[in-house]
């Protein structure tokens, strides 16, 4: 009790200051939604605005005014032709997985809730590369690369199968779509699945009465109640 209160005068300092956390706490919760999340958007803010700092001061060392001693740092890192290519590659890795994950998620979520009898099984099937284990990933897709596809040249003929998937810088960033795909399908496919349940059939009911082919019944009906989970 001593080592936290040293004198009267800092406890009720001490009780004070925990008085009037308390007020700010009770009043938060009780206020206005739009004051909340201005409060929230301005901690956000204030939270971002110190890790940039943090970012300027520990990649320079010394921070001069807005001007960081390290920018010079960050001029030679993209005078670099390396950091530029890996920087393009992962760029093009972004988005050409972001899309193709969501547009093929959204195919198999469409088949799978077309009454399909063995759509249990479908599902199982597509998800179950989402939960194995990276490395493991890794291994088996180098192993299909690899010695795999040779194999399979070899007793079928077929030219795709000669395709150098690994060491052909090209057909490497294809490889890498491909295994990336294989492993993510699943999960977002099960989020559009619950998307799709939670679509109310009277919709595409009465677009089908007024004559909607199944294409128009998906771009006006299906995909923008689908939006929230996309």
């Not at 807005?66 to 960050?74: D, I, Q, S, T």
């Amino acid at each position: 009790a001593l080592f936290l209160y040293p004198s009267v005068s800092a406890k009720k300092e001490f009780v004070r200051q925990g008085s009037a956390e308390k007020a700010f706490l009770t009043r938060f919760r009780k206020g206005n939604p739009d004051e909340r999340k201005k409060i929230r958007l301005l901690d956000v803010c204030a939270s971002r605005a110190d890790s940039i700092c943090d970012l300027f001061h520990y990649s320079g060392r010394h921070v001069l005014f807005l001007f960081p001693a390290g920018l010079n740092n960050y001029i030679r890192l993209f005078q670099d032709q390396d950091y530029l290519n890996a920087f393009w590659f992962s760029t093009r890795y972004a988005v050409v997985t972001v899309i193709l994950s969501n547009a093929l998620a959204i195919l198999v979520a469409l088949w799978v809730t077309s009454k399909l009898k063995t759509q249990n099984f479908v599902r199982t099937c597509f998800f179950l590369p989402n939960i194995i284990s990276g490395i493991v990933v890794g291994f088996v897709w180098a192993f299909l690369f690899n010695q795999a596809s040779k194999t399979l040249y070899s007793l079928t003929g077929l030219s795709i199968f000669k395709i150098k998937w690994l060491s052909d810088p090209t057909n490497s960033f294809w490889a890498t779509i491909i295994v990336s795909l294989w492993q993510s399908v699943g999960y977002y496919m099960l989020i559009y699945i619950s998307g799709l349940n939670s679509i109310d059939r009277m919709y595409l009911e009465a677009a089908a009465i007024d004559g909607a082919n199944a294409f128009q019944r998906f771009r006006h009906v299906t995909l923008p109640l689908l939006m929230p989970s996309i």
